[in-house]
């Protein structure tokens, strides 16, 4: 709790679990002494080369368009990835 970091999840409906994104796995909502973990459901909004994922709450996490691409293309097989190097 020394700090606080956004980043983007999608939530499991009726459950208490989230992907991270960025991490391609699963944590779970909690709230215990030295760690809190809170889904936000947010908006996206289109703007120019980015996406900006906005809460209710005032909460706002910003990335260009390409950035799930980036994390996943990697991870998914498709005819696509035969035609490039894979590092």
């Known amino acids: 709790r020394a700090g606080s970091e956004l980043r983007l999840g999608v939530a499991l409906k009726g459950t208490g679990l989230y992907i991270d994104v960025a991490m391609r ?18 908006e996206r909004i289109s703007r120019g080369n980015d996406y900006e994922y906005r809460s209710a709450e005032g909460w706002s996490f910003t990335c260009p368009k390409h950035y799930i691409c980036d994390i996943y293309y990697p991870a998914r097989f498709s005819r696509e990835l035969l035609a490039h190097s894979v590092l």
Request: a positive charge; aromatic letters at 16%; charged letters at 30%.
């Open 25 to 42: 796995r699963f944590f779970s909502q909690i709230d215990i002494p030295l760690i809190e973990r809170r889904c936000y459901p947010a």
